[in-house]
Each structure stands twice: as structure tokens, then as C-alpha cells.
């Protein structure tokens, strides 16, 4: 199912934009109908359509977009995203909040079908982190998706990730994995930064274990060790130049930080024109 974003969100985000109103949109005629056409300036992975017309629809729910792609879709650069017809004040208004949030979870997107082309083949999934844009935590967990990626968990309340200062807390290793399968029936996982602690780690049984920095041969190790008893996921410094070989080692999933917080907008430019009936001109900033 879509993700949809919640009509309290999108206020947010055009509150931070509008506030009391646009100042400069008043200079339109309020009666003024205009159209307006959003192309993209380089290739990508289209996502955030939702956002986008959420956005406008809040705006006035007379704007009418129509979409030439879908999220997911690869798009090549100078292709035309989508059109729109409206009231001309309110298309400048959302003009910039729209396309902040297209242009960055279509980013998302985009990254992410780099890495998931980066391990086709191999059986390794790639999965995203916790480390995403603040107030973006759900929507950038959907582009990871829309551009052929897994999501981890979503926050601390839906799956039981042990690391190091977890382990230091509860003592060890195994009193930590011990602990967690008390409190919760959720997965259960611990990040390990030896082969000394991975065996310690396999012997409490988690759900799975994370191979935290290790060498191409530690994960062959690692892998050989544990003959398919949980499962293994390779994280930390991984990146499109190395994930590859990471993933023909045998691991079932490779973290990738990067798939969220380290991502470029795309270049998307929309351009409002009057109608035909209407006299002169306006062009979006």
C-alpha cells in the first residue's frame, strides 16, 4: 500500500514556508487560473507523488495534477513529471514545499536503486538505517522501498537492536541477548566487532547478527561459522565501490547508512504559465 502523509505533517511542512501567508503570491489576482508543468533536470527514481499533491490539495483542493509517471519509475532527465491546472496564487505558494519534498524522496529513491542494482543476483538484500531527515523517518523508509531497497527497523519500538553500550550495560553479550527475549516477541539482533564476539553472539541464538566493520574475509569467516543459523548482515563504511564483493560473501543483508542521510536533491524546476485566456506570464522561482 501507498504511504500516505498525514494532513497534520503537510501543515507542518508548509508552516514552516508560508506562515502567515505569501506575501509575494498576493500580488496574483485571486481570480487568476494558471497551469504549471515540473520536468526533471537529471535521471532518477520518481517518489514522493503523495507529498506533493497533498501539499497543493491542502492548498486548494481545485488544483488538478496529472502524472506521467509513478513512483518507482526510472526517469530519464528533461522528461516532464507532471502537469497542473489550478488557481495561480495558491500553485506559486506550494511551488517550493512540493518540490523540496519530490526532490528529496525522489533522492532517496534514486540511491537506493544504485545500491539494490549494485547486489542484483547475489541474494543479499540491501536495508536502510534510522539515520534519516528529521520529520522524513516514514517517508524516506517508503522511497528506500519505491527504489528497490528493505526497510530495518523503524524506530527502537519495533525491533530489538543490541550494540556496544548496550552490551556494556547489560554485561555481556549473552545476558543482553538473554534479556531482550523477555521483554519483547520482536526480532531480536546484536552488532558484533570481532569473530570472538560473533561466536559468543551465535551461541545465544538471536535473530540475527551484525558483522559491524569486518573485513571481506571476516564476513567469509563469519558466514563458514554459521552454517545458516541466524542471519547476517554486514554493516559499517560499506559504499556502491566495495558492496558488491561485501555481498557475494554470503551475507543476507547489507545496512547502508547512506541510502538516507547522505543523499542530493535532484534537480526538478516547475514552471507556471497563465492560460491561454489570461494575459502575460508567470514563471515559478
Given amino acids: 500500500m501507498k504511504l500516505q502523509p498525514t494532513h497534520e505533517e503537510i501543515a507542518a511542512y508548509l508552516a514552516e514556508d508560508v506562515d502567515s501567508g505569501d506575501l509575494t503570491a498576493n500580488i496574483i489576482p485571486e481570480t487568476k487560473q494558471a497551469s504549471a508543468r515540473v520536468i526533471t533536470r537529471e535521471d532518477m527514481v520518481l517518489c514522493g507523488q503523495a507529498w506533493f499533491d497533498a501539499v497543493f490539495r ?5 488544483i488538478v495534477i496529472e502524472w506521467q509517471f509513478q513512483d518507482g519509475d526510472d526517469v530519464a532527465a528533461g522528461s516532464l513529471l507532471c502537469k497542473l491546472h489550478g488557481p495561480a496564487r495558491a500553485l506559486l505558494t506550494g511551488e517550493r514545499t512540493a518540490l523540496n519534498l519530490l526532490q528529496t ?27 534519516t531527515l528529521p520529520g522524513l523517518r516514514l517517508a524516506q523508509k517508503y522511497a528506500v ?16 537492536l543490541i550494540k556496544e553500550n548496550h552490551i556494556i550495560a ?13 521483554i519483547s516477541d520482536v526480532m531480536v539482533e546484536i552488532e558484533v566487532e570481532s569473530l ?4 559468543e553472539a ?8 551484525m558483522l559491524d566493520n569486518f573485513s571481506i574475509e571476516q564476513l567469509k569467516t563469519a558466514v563458514g561459522m554459521n552454517q545458516g ?5 554486514a554493516s559499517g563504511n560499506i559504499g556502491l565501490e566495495t558492496i558488491g564483493e561485501i555481498a557475494e560473501t554470503g551475507v543476507d543483508y547489507i545496512s547502508i547508512g547512506a541510502l538516507t542521510k547522505n543523499v542530493q536533491a535532484i534537480d526538478l524546476s516547475m514552471r507556471i504559465e497563465l492560460d491561454s485566456n489570461e494575459s502575460g506570464r508567470l514563471n515559478a522561482a
Fill in 229 to 233: 543459523q541466524v542471519e547476517l548482515e
Fill in 145 to 160: 522501498k519505491c527504489g528497490g531497497c528493505v526497510n530495518h527497523r523503524i524506530g527502537l519500538f519495533d525491533a530489538i
Fill in 196 to 199: 570472538a564476539e560473533f561466536q
Fill in 58 to 62: 491542502q492548498l486548494d483542493p481545485a
Fill in 202 to 209: 551465535l551461541a545465544a541464538h538471536p535473530d540475527r547478527i
Fill in 105 to 131: 524522496l525522489s533522492a532517496t529513491a534514486t540511491v537506493a536503486r544504485c545500491y539494490a542494482n549494485a547486489v542484483a543476483g547475489s541474494g543479499c538484500k540491501v536495508l536502510d538505517t534510522r539515520k
Fill in 170 to 182: 547489560a554485561g555481556s553479550i549473552s545476558e543482553a541477548i538473554s534479556q531482550a527475549r523477555t
